[in-house]
C-alpha cells in the first residue's frame, strides 16, 4: 500500500522497496528450512495485500465490457460479489460513493423493471392472446455465454465453464488472466479457434436469459411468452431427429458465438445452416410460419442469413425461401447501420464506461489490463467490428454538416474523431466516419486489416444495378445499404428501439507518447458544452446512435432498390421504451413481442416520436 501512496500522493519513504544485498564485511546468518518457509510466506501475503486493489479493479473489467452495448442495465447485482469465493471483501475496497451509485442505479432499474413477471402475458392472456407463431429469438452481442470445451491440460480446468457471462469468467480473469485471454481471444489470422483451444456459444434459454447473476436479458420475454403458451420442453433438438414427427417447436434461442465474424460463424459452426433447420423444423410441426426476434447485433445476423438463405451455394434456399417460412421478423434496438462506440473500442481499448471513471479506478483497470491488451482483445474478435459504423459521410455527415446536428451547435457530428490541439505534425486532424476507417485500418496490424477486409463492407450502393450485383458477395450481406430484402411479399417488420437516452456520436482524442504501443487516446480530460470527458453525446439509446436504429425502418427499406416493392408491412415504433438492454424487460415492449407471436400483430400502429423522420430526410442516400 505504501507503494500507491506514494504514487498518488506524492509522500516519499526512507523505506527501501526491496531488500539490499548484504555488505562485504556483514555478517550473515545460517535460517533454519522451517523459518526460511515462514518468511517466504509473510513475503508473499505482504505483495498480495499490496496488488489485490489492483486485481479488484481489474477484475471489474469482465463487468465494463458487459457494460458495452448495456449501459444502465440492471446492473450487476451487488449482493452476488459478496458470495463470490475468490474476493469475499470486494465491497470494502470500492470506494464507498461507487457503491451507493450503483445501489441508487438498481434501485432505479428496480422500479422501471419489477412489475409482476407474468402480468404481461396473463393480461393479454385474457384478451384471447395465445401462442401461434413459432419464436425463434437471436441475442445480441456479449449477451451468450461462452464455454470452454477443449480438453488440453491448460483448458481442463475449465471444462464446460463460461468463460463469458459467468461469475466463472471472474474468477478466471481475475485468478489467471493471461489464460483467460488465451481463450477469449480468436487466432488472429484465421479468425477461427486457436490451437489447442475451443469455446462454444452455450445452448438453450440459459444461453441468453441471464447474463450473470442479477444481470437480466431476455428472461423478461420469456417469463411473459410462457405464459400466453409457449414451451421449448415439448421438442428436443439433437443429433437424432427420429420421433419428431409428433412434436411442436414454438420457441427457440439461436445462441451464438457473437467473436465470430459471420462468414466463419458458418465455417466454423454451420451456425446459418442449423438456424435454416430449425426454422424448418418448426415451420412442420407447427404448420405455422415463423416469428423471428433479433435484438441489437442480432439484428445484423438475421439479416445476413436472409441473404445467405436464398443465395446459390450458401443457403440454396431459392428467391422464395423467407417467404414461405418467416410471417415476422422484430428488430429490437437493431444496430442496422452498426454502433459507433464500437470504433474507440478497437482503436484504443476504450468507451465512454472506461474515459468517465475516476483516476483511482482507471489506475486499477490500466494495472491489470492496459488499453493496448483491451484494443488487441476486441480485434481479435472479429464479430465485434461487424458493428463498426456502415453508410460512411452520406449517413454520418463531413466535416461541416451532419443529419443529425441540433439549431445552434456549436460544431457538427460530422467530424466523428476530433483532435482538440496536436504537439506532432503526424496528427491527421479531424476525421469523418470514412476517413476514421481508413485510420484504424493504416494503424493497425495486417491480420486485423485483413479479417476486416474479407469480412465486411461499410459503403453505400447508390443503384439498382449495385445492389444486385451485392448479393454474390458476402461481404456485402451485413450492410442493408448495399444489398436489399429478401423477395418476401408477405413478410412483417416490426422495428422497437428506445430513444432519449444520451448516446455516443463522436470522440475528442489526443495524441499518445511515442512510448505506447497506442498512438491516441480519448482525451479525457476535455469536458466542454456537449463534450463529457471526451466524449459527445447526442441521441439515441444510450448505446446505438438514433440513425442506426432508426434511419432503416424510418426510410431506408422505402426505398425500392433496398426492399420496398417486396414488403407488405413495416411497423416502427420509437418512444421511451427503455435503454438499449434495458428495453427487453419493460412491460410495453413485452407487449409488442406477445400481439406479433400470437397473430395479433395488426393491433400495433406505427408510431414515431423523435426525429428521426426529419433526420432519415437530410441523409444524402436517394431512391434511383
Known amino acids: 500500500m505504501s507503494s500507491l501512496r506514494r504514487r498518488f500522493l506524492g509522500e516519499s519513504s526512507a523505506e527501501p522497496s526491496r531488500d539490499v544485498t548484504p555488505e562485504k564485511d556483514e555478517e550473515v546468518r545460517l535460517v533454519p528450512l522451517s523459518k526460511l518457509r515462514n518468511l517466504t510466506l509473510k513475503t508473499h501475503k505482504r505483495s498480495k495485500r499490496r496488488n489485490v486493489l489492483i486485481f479488484a479493479f481489474g477484475g471489474l473489467f469482465g463487468l465494463f465490457v458487459a457494460a458495452y452495448f448495456a449501459n444502465q442495465q440492471d446492473v450487476v447485482n451487488l449482493n452476488g460479489l459478496i458470495d463470490m469465493n475468490f474476493y469475499e471483501s470486494l465491497l470494502d475496497i470500492i470506494p464507498s460513493g461507487i457503491v451507493k451509485e450503483a445501489k441508487d442505479l438498481q434501485r432505479h432499474e428496480r422500479d422501471a423493471t419489477n412489475y409482476d413477471s407474468f402480468s404481461v402475458g396473463l393480461h393479454l392472456q385474457s384478451q384471447g392472446v395465445r401462442a401461434l407463431h413459432p419464436v425463434i429469438m437471436v441475442p445480441g452481442v456479449i449477451s451468450t455465454g461462452l464455454e470452454s470445451w477443449g480438453t488440453e491440460p491448460g483448458s481442463r480446468q475449465y471444462f464446460r465453464k463460461r468463460l463469458w457471462g459467468s461469475w466463472s469468467m471472474m474468477r478466471a480473469l481475475i485468478m489467471d488472466k493471461a489464460s483467460w485471454k488465451r481463450h477469449v481471444m480468436l487466432d488472429k489470422v484465421t479468425g477461427l479457434d486457436p490451437p489447442h483451444i475451443k469455446l462454444r456459444a452455450a445452448q438453450g434459454f440459459d444461453a441468453a436469459d441471464f447474463f450473470i447473476t442479477g ?4 428472461n423478461k420475454i420469456l417469463e411473459n411468452l410462457a405464459t400466453i403458451g409457449y414451451d421449448p420442453v415439448r421438442v428436443r433438438i439433437t443429433c437424432c431427429w427420429e420421433d419428431t414427427h409428433d412434436l411442436k417447436l414454438n420457441s427457440f434461442t439461436a445462441a451464438y458465438d457473437w467473436r465470430l465474424s459471420y462468414i466463419n460463424l458458418e465455417k466454423r459452426d454451420r451456425y446459418f445452416t442449423r438456424l435454416k433447420s ?3 423444423l418448426a415451420l412442420a410441426t407447427s404448420d405455422t410460419k415463423v416469428v423471428l426476434v433479433s435484438h441489437s447485433m442480432g439484428s445484423q445476423v438475421l439479416y445476413f442469413f436472409f441473404q445467405w438463405v436464398e443465395a446459390e451455394g450458401h443457403g440454396n434456399g431459392g428467391p422464395d425461401w423467407v417467404d414461405k417460412h418467416v410471417d415476422s421478423w422484430i428488430n429490437i434496438s437493431g444496430c442496422m447501420l452498426g454502433a459507433l462506440k464500437g470504433y474507440p473500442a478497437v482503436l484504443s481499448g476504450e468507451m465512454k464506461d472506461t474515459a468517465q471513471l475516476n483516476a483511482f479506478a482507471v489506475y486499477g483497470l490500466e494495472k491489470f489490463l492496459a488499453r493496448e ?13 461487424s458493428m463498426l459504423p456502415i453508410g460512411g459521410n452520406a449517413v454520418w455527415g463531413n466535416k461541416t454538416w451532419a443529419p443529425d446536428d441540433l439549431p445552434g451547435q456549436a460544431f457538427s457530428f460530422g467530424t466523428f474523431i476530433n483532435f482538440k490541439e496536436s504537439n506532432s505534425t503526424q496528427s491527421p486532424g479531424n476525421l469523418t466516419v470514412e476517413e476514421s476507417l481508413k485510420y484504424l485500418l493504416t494503424n493497425s496490424d495486417s491480420w486485423y486489416q485483413d479479417q476486416i477486409h474479407n469480412s465486411y463492407s461499410h459503403g453505400v450502393a447508390h443503384t439498382t444495378t449495385e445492389v444486385e450485383d451485392n448479393l454474390k458477395d458476402p461481404r456485402k450481406w451485413i450492410n442493408p445499404l448495399e444489398t436489399r430484402l429478401p423477395l418476401a411479399p408477405h413478410l412483417k417488420i416490426y422495428c422497437f428501439y428506445g430513444i432519449g437516452k444520451a448516446t455516443e456520436r463522436s470522440y475528442y482524442y489526443r495524441e499518445e507518447p511515442q512510448t505506447s504501443a497506442l498512438n491516441v487516446t480519448i482525451d479525457t480530460g476535455f469536458s466542454k458544452g456537449e463534450v463529457d470527458r471526451g466524449v459527445v453525446l447526442a441521441e439515441g439509446d444510450g448505446t446505438v446512435s438514433l440513425l442506426s436504429t432508426g434511419y432503416m425502418c424510418a426510410k431506408g427499406w422505402q426505398m425500392k432498390r433496398h426492399g420496398s416493392q417486396y414488403l407488405i408491412s413495416k411497423t416502427a415504433i420509437d ?13 410495453s415492449l413485452n407487449d409488442l413481442v406477445l400481439r406479433v407471436a400470437g397473430g395479433k400483430g395488426d393491433q400495433i400502429e406505427e408510431n414515431f416520436m423523435s426525429n428521426i423522420r426529419e433526420y432519415a430526410e437530410k441523409v444524402k442516400i436517394y431512391d434511383d
Do not use: K, N, Q, T
Open 278 to 280: 430449425y426454422i424448418e
Open 215 to 218: 444481470y437480466w436479458i431476455w
Open 373 to 385: 491488451e483491451r484494443a488487441e482483445i476486441f480485434r481479435a474478435m472479429p464479430g465485434i467490428s
Open 575 to 587: 418512444a421511451a421504451l427503455g435503454d438499449h438492454v434495458d428495453i427487453l424487460g419493460r412491460s
